[in-house]
């Protein structure tokens, strides 16, 4: 699955025992000023340790996720579920 900026869901690890999962919506992929599209699918893995990476959280920060890429680049993810957004018809406020 592709992961980009603005309407791509994806399969994430929330749990930092890696058993616990959640998906999460993808505001904003940024590399340099530039939106970079990567491939995930909804078997990879989402490394909660990774700190090496200029990511910024937006909601529920109790929820955040880092997203491990290899080339870096900010990442803003949207830590609402799917339900909680299907809930509020698509409508984020931030």
């Keep these: ?19 616990k999962y959640a998906d999460v919506f993808v505001l904003d992929v940024l590399n340099n000023g530039d939106d970079i599209i990567h ?17 910024e959280f937006r909601g529920n920060r109790d929820r ?5 890429i290899e080339d870096g680049g900010r990442i803003f993810l949207q830590a609402f579920s ?3 957004y299907e809930a509020m018809n698509g409508d984020i406020f931030l």
């Design 1 to 19: 699955m592709m992961l980009g900026a603005g309407d791509d869901w994806f399969r994430a690890d929330m749990g930092r025992n890696g058993e």
């Design 39 to 55: 491939d995930f699918s909804r078997e990879d893995r989402i490394d909660l340790r990774g700190a090496d990476y200029d990511i």
């Design 64 to 68: 955040s996720t880092v997203v491990e």
């Design 82 to 84: 799917r339900a909680d």
